[in-house]
């Protein structure tokens, strides 16, 4: 210690000097150190979400829930399965140990459900999804002059989109409003008399809302695209739809129906104070990213959307 304390008295240009430099350094590396909020020591998990609207839970549990169990069963590294059925909704949890990243997990996972098969028709298996990951929350905001339906449109169509546009964003997920639909009521009495059943009339909804390719036709040197456009732009669009054909003559969606504007069954609501029903979302970091500098890319984002060009006025 003494020859320490002598050799430090005997320099102090160059020890105070090694200390600057410390503390300059010390400084640098603050600013560019990556503080976790949320730190993750568990192992990855790849969570599986499969919807078949329709089914009870128990119907889920059977056809839809143990047949993607028994699918992930055997995987390597494989610590647990775990799953929740719900009306319409099945939810499998495959947990790994720490001898995969999750990028290898989720492409073992994603391996076996392309050799899944015998789910029910109809069921739609999404791809899997890392645990929530709450980072920035967007403030709820209900301007005067828009619906809850305006707003949950400009949340799903603008500014979820744009979010996923940040570095380090995986995904945003939305609470709150209403989502816009087009409601088909039959008028059951006519269609009977008509002839018609309510398959028929789903079936040339659908096939209503359709763009069909034809080929081209050849005119000398030239080839014109043929092409059968269908799809359904608005109210008058689908009123046209033609259901049938008696004695020449269509039947249209609207002689058998009425169509009108309307939401689709709520399933939730949030709120916020003194307002009982606003719309609101929640961006998701992905799993590994730094957090600094992804909550820095999401407030420059929201930076640049209150400045203007990106939302209606309000």
């Not at 003494?2 to 410390?22: D, N």
């Not at 495959?94 to 492409?107: I, P, R």
Request: glycine share 10%; aromatic share 6%; no cysteine.
């Amino acid at each position: 210690m003494r020859q320490i304390v002598a050799f430090s008295l005997q320099r102090r240009p160059l020890v105070i000097l090694l200390f600057f430099t410390f503390i300059v350094v010390g400084l640098v590396a603050f600013t560019k150190l990556n503080i976790e909020a949320y730190p993750d020591p568990v192992p990855p998990q790849v969570v599986i979400i499969t919807q078949n609207p329709g089914q009870s839970a128990e119907e889920i549990e059977r056809y839809v829930s143990i047949p993607v169990e028994v699918a992930m069963a055997g995987l390597p590294n494989l610590a647990s399965v775990r799953s929740t059925s719900l009306f319409g909704l099945s939810d499998v949890r495959v947990q790994f140990n720490f001898n995969y990243t999750y990028d290898q997990a989720l492409q073992q996972v994603l391996n076996r459900l392309g050799q899944l098969q015998g789910l029910p028709e109809g069921a739609a298996a999404d791809q899997p999804a890392e645990p929530d990951r709450r980072d920035p929350a967007l403030p709820p905001h209900r301007p005067p002059g828009y619906s809850l339906a305006d707003l949950k449109t400009l949340q799903e169509w603008v500014l979820d989109r744009t979010f996923k546009r940040v570095p380090g964003v995986v995904d945003v997920t939305s609470f709150g409003g209403l989502t816009k639909s087009y409601n088909v009521v039959v008028n059951l009495p006519r269609m009977a008399a008509m002839g018609l059943a309510l398959p028929e009339v789903i079936k040339a909804v659908r096939a209503g809302n359709a763009t069909v390719g034809a080929g081209t036709i050849r005119i000398g040197p030239q080839a014109a695209v043929v092409q059968g456009i269908g799809l359904i732009r608005g109210m008058d669009d689908l009123r046209n739809v033609v259901i049938s054909a008696e004695g020449g003559v269509p039947v249209l969606l609207s002689d058998i129906a009425t169509i009108e504007i309307g939401n689709q069954p709520r399933l939730g609501i949030a709120g916020q104070e003194q307002d009982d029903d606003v719309v609101l979302a929640t961006v998701l970091m992905r799993r590994g990213e730094q957090t600094l500098p992804t909550i820095h890319g999401v407030q420059a984002e929201v930076a640049r959307i209150n400045a203007g060009g990106v939302l209606p006025p309000g």
